[in-house]
C-alpha cells in the first residue's frame, strides 16, 4: 500500500501566514474544519492529476525517473495533506475537525484503491528497468500493492474488491471513534474507593458524598484495578471497561471479518491469513501457528504456577478457602500488585515519585540523544491542544535539523485512548524531506508508575525509527517494514528502563529527581519477572483470536471469544464484550497480533549486541545505521542478521517469557 495509507500517519493543515515551504521548517498548524475539507479537495484532485501524468508517459520513455520518482513526488504531496486526517481524527480538540478528518480519510482510501487498480500505471511501473537496490525495492513493493488492490483480477472482481476496502476504512473509523468518545462515567461510593492511593483520589476528586467518578481513560482505569479493595467495585469496573465498544463495535467487527474473507476468496485463498501473512516474516499461517503453540507450551504451566500463587494470596486475604479460591479476572492487577508488594516491596503506584512526568519525557530524549548521536530542541511553534510540545531533532555530527517530533501527553476527552506513535511526514532523501512523528500518550500529569515509564520507551521507540530513517524513497521510510518486525525497534528500548545505567540518566534532566537504590531496581526486576507467564499467556490468547477471525472459517468474534477465553484458568465473564474494544485487529494488526511476541523475539537478541553497556554510543550508531535508518529498503531479517553479524536466536525470548531472564 502506498506510504500515506499504510500506516497511521498524521500532519496537520497548512493555514495561511503560519508557514510556507520557505520555512525554516516542516510545521503542523492547526486546521478547522472548513480549510480540512478543501485541502483534502485539493489535494485529491492534484494528486489524480499527478498520477495520471505518470500514466501517460510513453512506454519508450520509462524510467527511474519518469515513473519511481515521479511517484515519489506525488507519494509526498499526499502524505502533506491525507496525513493530517489520521493525526487529527484521534487528538483534535473539536469534534467537527474530527469528523471531517475521518471523512478525508476514507476518501482517500478510495482514492488509493482506484490507483492501483490503474492498469496504465501498472504497466508503466512494470516496464521500470533499474539495478539501484532501493528502486529495485521500491518497484517490487509498488507491484505487489497493484497485486493487493486487485490488478490481476477480473474487472467484476476488481470492483467488489474496491467496495470491501472503502468499506472496512469506513468501519475502522467508526470502530475507533465509538471507543473514542465513549464517555462514560462510573462512580464508586466512599466504601469501594478503600484501598485507592490518596494520590489518585486527589486526582479524580471526591464528590459531595465522598463517592468518586471515573471514566474509562487508562490513568483511572489501571490504578482502580491494581488498589481498590472491593472486589465488587472491580468488577464492575471490569466488566464497564470489558463493554465500552457496545454492541455495535461488535456488529462492527463481525462484518470486517466478513469482509476480509470475501477478499481473500476474490483471490483464490482460503483465509485472509494466507492473504496477509504472504507479506509479512511469518509468510504463511502454518509458521504463526507453530510459533504461537511453542509459546504457549512454554507458559502454559508458568501462568497456572502464577495464578495458584495468587489464588493463595487472596484465599488468605479473604478467608476462603485454599482448595476453592480462584482468582477472577476482575482480581488479577489488584493480587499481582498485593503479591508484588508482599514479596518484593514494591508499590507501581509509589514509583510515580522517581518518574516526574515532564523530566521522564525529558529522560526519554536524553536516552535516545546519547545513543544514536541527537540533539532534541525544544521549540515554540503552533499546535492543536496547549500541552503539546514540540522539538526539533539536530544530527549532533553534523549540526542539520533532521526531524521534527511533537508530543501530546495527556489525557482528554475525544482524545486517543492508548499510546500510540503516528509518524505524521516519511522521510525522502532524494527529496531532501525530513520526517516528523507524533507520540501520543495518556500519562498522569503528576507523574509515571515503572511500568508506565516502560511505555513511554516503547513509544518513544517508534517515534525514533521514524525521525531517525535515511530512505531514499518514501515508501520505505521509518516504520513502513514488515509488520511482524515493527515492534523490535520499540520494544528495545524498553530495556533502559529495566537497568542502573539507563535510570541513571534520569538525574541528567532532573538533579532534584529521586534516584533509585540498586534494592528497589532489582526488586522491580523481580517484580516484573513474577507474572510474565499470565501476561503472555495473554499474548497468545489475543493472538490466537485474532488467527481464528482471519482463519478458513471466521465465526462471530464473541462467539470465538468466549470459546478461548473460556478455556483458560480464569475463564471468560459473562456480559463483558473484549472484541468489541479490540482496534487491533479491526485496524492493521489483522493476521499480525502474533507479531508483538514474534518482533520480541528480534528485540531481545539484538539487545545482546550491547553486551551489558546499554549506553556504548559505538553500539547505539550502529543500531541506527543498520536498523533505525534503512526503515523498509530491505527486508527485516536482513539487517537484523547483519546488525548481530548471525542469524536471530529466540533463546532470550524464551527466557524472557518465563520470567527467567536477567
Known sequence: MTRFLAVVLSAVLLPPGVASAESPRDLLPIPTPATLEAACDAVLDKGRAAYEKIADVPMEKVSVESILDAWDEANARM????????????VHPDPAVRDAAEACTIRAS?????????????????????????????????????????????????TRLKEIRTAISAMRQEFSRNLRENRTRLTFTREETEGLPESYLKRVGRNGDGSITVSFDYPDYRPFMANARSAEARKRYYI???????????????????????????????????????RKMAEKPDRVWSFLNEVWSTVDEVQKRELAELAALKAEETGGDPSTTRIERWDLYYYLEQYRRRHF????????????????????????????????????????HPEVQYYDVVDEASGERIAGVYLDPYPRDGKYKHAAAFPVRGVSTRLGRKPIS????????????????????????????????????????????????????????????????????????????????????????????????IR?????????????????????????????????????????????????????????????????????????????????????????????????????????????????SSEAFFLEITGRRG
Open 240 to 278: 464497564a471497561f470489558n463493554r465500552r465498544g457496545g454492541e455495535e463495535n461488535l456488529e462492527i467487527l463481525d462484518e470486517v471479518m466478513k469482509l476480509r474473507k470475501e477478499l481473500a476468496d476474490l483471490y483464490g485463498m482460503p483465509s485472509y491469513a494466507h492473504f496477509a501473512l504472504r
Open 345 to 384: 516491596d514494591i508499590d507501581q503506584e509509589t514509583t510515580r515519585r522517581y518518574f516526574p512526568s515532564q523530566a521522564s519525557i525529558d529522560w526519554a530524549i536524553r536516552l535516545a540523544e546519547k545513543l544514536y548521536g541527537i540533539d532534541f530542541q525544544r521549540q515554540k511553534v503552533p499546535v492543536w
Open 536 to 648: 503472555y499467556a495473554r499474548q497468545h490468547l489475543y493472538a490466537s483470536f485474532d488467527m481464528n477471525l482471519v482463519g478458513e472459517r471466521p465465526r462471530p468474534a464473541l462467539e470465538v471469544w468466549k470459546r478461548l477465553e473460556g478455556a483458560r484458568p480464569m475463564g471468560h465473564v459473562p456480559d463483558t464484550q473484549f472484541p468489541g474494544t479490540f482496534g487491533h485487529i479491526v485496524g492493521g494488526y489483522a493476521a499480525g497480533y502474533y507479531g508483538y511476541m514474534w518482533s520480541e523475539v528480534l528485540a531481545l537478541d539484538m539487545l545482546s549486541a550491547w553486551n551489558g553497556n546499554l549506553l556504548d554510543p559505538e553500539v547505539g550508531r550502529r543500531f541506527r545505521k543498520v536498523i533505525l535508518s534503512r526503515g523498509g529498503e530491505r527486508p527485516a531479517r536482513e539487517i537484523v542478521e547483519e546488525f548481530l553479524g548471525r542469524p536471530a
Open 79 to 90: 502524505e502533506d495533506v491525507i496525513g493530517p486526517a489520521y493525526l487529527m481524527a484521534s
Open 438 to 533: 507524533v507520540l501520543v500518550t495518556n500519562f498522569d500529569r503528576k507523574g509515571l508508575s515503572h511500568d508506565e515509564a516502560e511505555t513511554l520507551l516503547h513509544e518513544f521507540g517508534h517515534v525514533l525509527h521514524g525521525v531517525l530513517s535515511r530512505t531514499r524513497y518514501l515508501q520505505h521510510a521509518g516504520t513502513s517494514v514488515q509488520r511482524d518486525f515493527v515492534e523490535a525497534p520499540s520494544q528495545i528500548f524498553e530495556e533502559w528502563a529495566r537497568r542502573r545505567e539507563g535510570l541513571a540518566v534520569m538525574k541528567e534532566v532532573c538533579a532534584d529527581c529521586r534516584e533509585m537504590d540498586d534494592g528497589l531496581l532489582e526488586r522491580l526486576n523481580q517484580a516484573r519477572r513474577f507474572g510474565q507467564g
Open 110 to 158: 478510495r482514492f488509493n484503491t482506484e490507483l492501483f487498480q490503474n492498469e496504465a500505471l501498472y504497466r508503466r511501473v512494470m516496464a521500470v528497468e533499474t539495478d539501484l537496490p532501493e528502486a529495485v525495492t521500491f518497484r517490487r513493493d509498488l507491484l505487489r500493492d497493484f497485486e493487493d488492490t486487485g490488478i490481476s483480477l477480473p474487472p467484476e472482481k476488481r
